[in-house]
């Protein structure tokens, strides 16, 4: 996932407005990840940021690819899905933004206790939007659903 090239496929089959918006994955391992995006015509509102929207799918982003990454090519299938989302925002987005999600080893606890026993599965994952200077611009708690199938 991490090369821009692969990452930028899959974005175009997969979710194409985040390919449009300019969404990019900067860090991927077992515990955490970053995904950036830059303010443009593109993603913008009219008060001069970026659209509430075009964040919310980067944070989302960031938390899900840490999921997909355990589930991926998983004995038995494991369906995912957001269920909940709690967003406060702090800074206006303007420039690029960092979002971090640092619970890949919580996601993937919660994604085995779901195989293990059969059941659905949820969890609250929080992603922090940083813009370039290192200030809060917004925190995403989003509840992630799993399932064995």
Do not use: H, R
């Not at 090519?73 to 909940?84: D, F, T």
């Not at 933004?97 to 993937?108: A, M, R, T, W, Y």
């Not at 969890?123 to 917004?138: K, L, M, P």
Request: proline share 3%; glycine share 4%; with cysteine.
């Amino acid at each position: 996932m991490l090369n821009p090239i692969f990452f930028k496929l899959f974005l175009i089959l997969k979710l194409p407005l985040a390919f449009l918006a300019g969404v990019k994955l900067k860090f991927l391992n077992d515990t955490q990840s970053t995904v950036q995006l830059k303010y443009n015509c593109l993603n913008k509102n009219p008060f001069k940021s970026i659209y509430f929207a075009a964040l919310s799918m980067a944070a989302e982003l960031a938390s899900g690819i840490l999921a997909a990454s355990f589930i991926y090519k998983n004995k038995p299938a494991i369906s995912m899905l957001v269920v909940g989302i709690n967003i406060e925002f702090s800074k206006k987005a303007v420039g690029l933004i960092d979002f971090n999600c640092k619970q890949g080893k919580e996601i993937q606890d919660c994604i085995n206790k779901s195989v293990k026993t059969k059941k659905g599965q949820s969890i609250v994952v929080t992603t922090t939007a940083t813009d370039e200077q290192g200030d809060i611009v917004a925190t995403f708690n989003i509840t992630w659903s799993f399932k064995a199938k």
